[in-house]
């Protein structure tokens, strides 16, 4: 049974940074992308980064030069470093998991595992 257990969520103040990490487990780990949603209340979940098993790296726009994506296939952990955070970063940010491919997608419905999320609150 796979499972992505994220951690590292939490509240603070804008400019100020966070390190998510998500912990895979239950299938290879390596190969398959990896990638960073997130959710914000009353939006659609959105893309934010990923990873493909081949090490190459996709971002959304808005996150550009503040975000960055990292996977450690020994440890079997994808973490994501958020930098001079904004109050609009405030969301549920998730992790997930491709079956099948190693490319990186920024559409959702190319993920199919997924994890309860970690909540990102940032105060103005």
């Known amino acids: 049974q796979v499972q992505l257990v994220e951690s590292g969520g939490g509240l603070v103040q804008a400019g100020g940074s966070l390190r998510l990490s998500c912990a895979a487990s239950?299938?290879?780990?390596?190969?398959?992308?990896m990638a960073w949603f997130r959710q914000a209340p009353g939006k659609e979940r959105e893309f934010v980064a990923a990873?493909?098993?081949?090490?190459?790296?996709l971002y959304a726009d808005s996150v550009k030069g503040r975000f960055t994506i990292s996977r450690d296939n020994v440890r079997n952990t994808v973490s994501l470093q958020i930098n001079s955070l904004k109050p609009e970063d405030t969301a549920v940010y998730y992790c997930a998991q491709r079956k099948y491919y190693s490319g990186s997608s920024s559409r959702t419905d190319d993920y199919d595992y997924w994890g309860q999320g970690t909540q990102v609150t940032v105060s103005s």
């Open positions: 239950g299938r290879t780990f390596s190969g398959y992308a």
């Open positions: 990873g493909s098993g081949g090490g190459t790296t």
